[in-house]
Structures are given as C-alpha cells and as structure tokens.
C-alpha cells in the first residue's frame, strides 16, 4: 500500500544523507559505505564501498546522470562498477561507466537491458576477491532471480550486498521474489546460501531495494525455501500472470508473493 511505502521510505530517514539530487539520495551507511537510493523503481538500491586504495558501486539504479562523477566525489576516488544482475533497475545507469563486473549467466539479459553499453564488460568467477584496501569483497554466485546473480560478501565481516537474488522483506517474512529461472533453482540457492553463510559467519545481507531495516537474514533464506518447495508441491493456489517480464504464474500466502516461470 502507499501507506505502507511511505513508511519504509521513512525508516532510511534514520541514515545522514550525504548527496541528494533529483534522480539519487545517497546516505552513509558507515564511514566508508555509502546507500544510494533511486527515485524512478521502487527504493532502487546502490552500495558505495570504499577502502583505502579503490571503490566499487554495487549496482546502478534505473536512471542516475553522472552517477560514476556522483560516486567518485562521495568517495574520494575512482569507482568500478559491480553489478548483482542485470536488470534495468541495477543496470540503468550503466552508461556512466566505462568498465563493468557482471557473472557471464547474465549475459542473456544484455541485449534487452544493456544493449546499447559500448564499455568493456568483465565477467568475474564465482569466489573473486575485489581488493579494495583494508577491504575485500568476494563475488558469491547466486542464480535463481536471474541465471547470473551474484551476492558480493565483505570478507571478514558479517556484511554482504544481495540485489534482488533472495527477494525483498522484513522480518514478519512478509515481502515478495521474483523467480526468473525456476523453483528446484531458488531452492537450491537458499539451500546452499544458508549453509556457506552460517559456517562463515555472514548474518546480514543488504538487499536491492532496501528499506532501512530489511535485510536478509539465514531466517528469511529458510523462509523462502521453503515457500518455494511448498509452492512445487501444489500447496498455494497458482495464479496466472500476464505481461510481466517473462513470469507467467504467481502464488501468494500470508502477505508473502513469489513470482515465478511454471
């Protein structure tokens, strides 16, 4: 509900805000890690993370003029441009870049949602290290939302950065996940996720249109686990779904919706 919207939105007022125009709010989550926060799709997420030496932007929104200029001068430095997947609400400002990280399963996304990007496009492996000084993130894959998500964990903390790979919600498990591969894919993903997460210690996920408190936790991989098996089942009432990207089905329970390719 619109109501309820505005309420998340204002749980962010909770951030020092950093930069703001009219295309991009960017508020400082620590000393050195910066949410960038879209105007155009729904609490679109950016993640700045700086060291001492480069920094890297997790994702770039729908539509952000200057946003390599914008996160440069945030963070004192060149930014290279890391992408979860790449759909047009990550991947839109994808053009102020001359260089992007994306996981090769996306590429089957580029010539609907990049194809006009003249820039040299890297793909990382799953288990790359981004050195960053004093800081180091490493690419974890996760396929489900798309054939090529990838959530980026800071080692050595309990941090990492999502997109949309496990969904949207907030503790009441209440939220939604868009499945764009299959379910026996999402299943798989929280399966293994939840178990390399707990033995190594990553407890707190930010998500890709965070709201200021919903992040994804080991209770929410479990939740949507299992939502997703029980969904394969035939426990939910299946619901058919119309002009929404490739999905064509759609099952809900309990102020939780999963959509999904039957």
Known sequence: SITSFAQMVNTLDNFETVYKDDNVTFRKIDNNTWLGTGNLEPLESLYLIGGTEKAVLIDAGTRIPNLDKIAGQ?????????????????????????????????????????????????????????????????????????PGSVTFLE?????????????????????????????????????????????NGYRKLYCGHFSGNNFVTLDWLQHVESFAKEVKAGKYVIKPVKNFMTLNSEASHAGFTMWFIK
Not at 75 to 95: C, E, I, R
Not at 102 to 122: F, Q
């Open 74 to 146: 945030i963070a004192g430095k060149p930014v290279t441009l890391l992408l979860t997947h790449v759909h047009p609400d990550h991947a839109g400002s994808v053009n102020c870049f001359d260089k992007v990280w994306i996981s090769a399963g996306d590429t089957v996304n580029i010539p609907e949602y990049m194809p006009d990007y003249k820039g040299e496009v890297n793909f990382m492996e799953n288990g790359q290290l981004f050195e960053l000084g004093g800081r180091t993130l490493k690419a974890y894959f996760t396929p489900g939302h798309t």
């Open 155 to 199: 080692v050595g903390t309990d941090t990492g950065y999502c997109g949309d790979s496990f969904g949207n919600g907030k503790e009441d498990k209440k939220g939604s996940i868009l499945v764009l591969t299959n379910l026996d894919s999402i299943i798989d993903v929280c399966r293994t996720s939840y178990q390399y997460f707990q033995e």
